[in-house]
């Protein structure tokens, strides 16, 4: 990667054509690039290397706040959304169904074989794959809170994509925790957000507005969403992170419930938050110029050291003399 | 996690059943427990931290070899794969195959819509996927040694499965480098087999055995397959990490060409290498006994200290004595 695939002319300018200017630059820099599966991008080492920055620097402060790293399952069987489906409005149905497990060879041709009794999708966002593991670890308020953090792909099936921004499959961080009571869950989703805003702020160098979106554009299922909003250079505001303050709603659909101090049994009181592979493209948006890709220096995986070459008299000149 | 939960009697004894024993140490230890979803497991954050132990470490050796790390698509079109069938015999097919793109409530069921006119299958491995890329990125000599490593979850349809051994999904590395002759890919595979070895050595202290592999255990579609093999307890080996030699058989299935120093058209010569979750469940069954589970100290992502608690006299004595 050298800096002139980097940085030459961008055509559109901003001016011109914000959107195209956009695809332009991370054409230019060899960032990503659109794959032959619709909807999912190619992340080449210069955009994947910000991406590892920004897992570096986000998973120490989640680690600092108290959460430990863990995997869970890709797939969710289909009974889990029914749950949802049944008690949430608005709930969410474009994603990739996994029907059969095996490819047949039928008189040279593959066909999919081996069909699911249960068909199973690929997670969108696991707040119902973790819960259910929640649903066993939690027994008593001894084991809260309970605080997760998961660093994976996910999937929605998109019908309109742009690199970064809205891809069918991309890479994010979930946190998903769970507590005793009301008012520590809503400090853990505060505590989040500000994170979140901290991260933009210092580290990716964004202006950033933080506060709480509209009952339409909550996260079906939660009682509050809170998102980090982030201006671009052409006005617009992008969504950048979102903490969910989701009530008792999770741990009723999948009994997350717990013995209190007064050995009652309460339901657990959750949160989840992420950011993702958006960043990046709030990066460009945010600092990069007509002439290609421009980075904050804390976050550019390479710095580039321009060196003048000046003739001798002048070099001799200038540059014995002090500043 | 305490040490006492780690380190208590585990019944079976390894003499007794060595399998259950395998599967009573990890449940004591909470590094991982099954899931809901056939064959795949939920990796508990002791588990999880031991794989990031492992990344941290391996991705450092990645880079200083010269290898770039990037992101590709989880899925793979069916098309990639019919061409694969028709030239590589073996070709296995348990997999999990996408072929819809929505769920849809019908009636209060949810039921599969969408239908894809051409299936997706969830990547077993990325040959294909990437080389499809490098068929792209190489143009000429120049563009060669492509070294590309990728930190990703992949998924086999498998019948009988063992935790971190043998699951349906599992988190791996996989290196792909494309070269501009037979002995610089050779030369590459070994390199990546030796550093294999020196890694589960040096870091996790097992005895390792490298060879190749009999043609019937061959990656499919490979020349050479070579692999590390370590000595387990009950005197079994476990194939811990391969490196293969694929030869010019991939670049000709995906076009993968480039110009030669002497302006010809040349296919180019491609390896590929990895290692997976499969390591912890080697580095249990190599250090672990009856107690449960037992770490080399370099991988243990937290270390116990024995505060030995002595009377008054017998501590000045014995602790003031020179050794």
């Known amino acids: 990667m050298t800096a002139k695939k980097i940085r030459t002319a961008i055509s559109p300018t901003r001016e011109e054509n914000f959107s195209d200017w956009y695809q332009a630059v991370i054409k230019g820099a060899e960032m990503a690039e659109n794959s032959v599966v619709r909807g999912c991008m ?124 809205r891809t069918s499959e991309f890479l994010w961080q979930e946190g998903h925790t769970a507590h005793e009571t009301e008012k520590e869950a809503r400090e853990e989703t505060e505590t989040m957000l500000q994170e979140y805003k901290k991260f933009l702020e210092s580290y990716l160098a964004m202006p950033v507005l933080e506060g709480e979106k509209t009952p339409e554009e909550r996260f079906p299922g939660g009682d509050n969403t809170y998102s980090v909003e982030v201006m671009m250079q052409d006005k617009k505001a992008l969504q950048a992170g979102t903490s969910h303050y989701l009530g008792q709603n999770f741990s009723k659909s999948l009994d997350i419930t717990f013995q209190t101090r007064d050995e009652k049994e309460e339901f657990a009181y959750t949160t989840s938050w992420g950011v993702s592979t958006r960043l990046i493209g709030g990066l460009i948006m945010t600092h990069s110029d007509d002439d290609g890709l421009v980075l904050p220096p804390k976050i550019a995986p390479k710095h580039i050291v321009i060196m003048p070459f000046l003739s001798k008299k002048i070099a001799t000149q200038k540059l014995t003399q002090p500043y």
Chains 1, 2 share one sequence.
């Not at 709930?91 to 074989?113: I, K, M, S, Y």
Request: hydrophobic residues 40%; glycine residues 6%.
């Open 42 to 165: 190619v992340i080449r080492p210069w955009g994947f290397g910000l991406w590892e920055n920004i897992q570096k620097v986000l998973d120490k402060r989640i680690k600092a706040t108290g959460h430990e790293n863990a995997y869970f399952p890709l797939l969710i069987p289909k009974s889990f959304f029914q749950k949802e489906a049944d008690h949430i409005e608005g709930f969410a149905t474009e994603c990739a169904v996994v029907t059969h497990t095996r490819l047949e060879n039928q008189d040279g041709t593959l066909v999919p074989a081996g069909k699911l009794e249960e068909e199973y999708i690929i997670r969108p966002t696991s707040e119902m794959i973790i819960g259910e593991s929640f649903s066993k670890w939690v027994q008593s308020y001894r084991d809260l809170p309970l605080k997760i953090n998961q660093w994976a792909n996910v999937m929605r099936w998109e019908m309109r994509t742009r690199m970064f921004l």
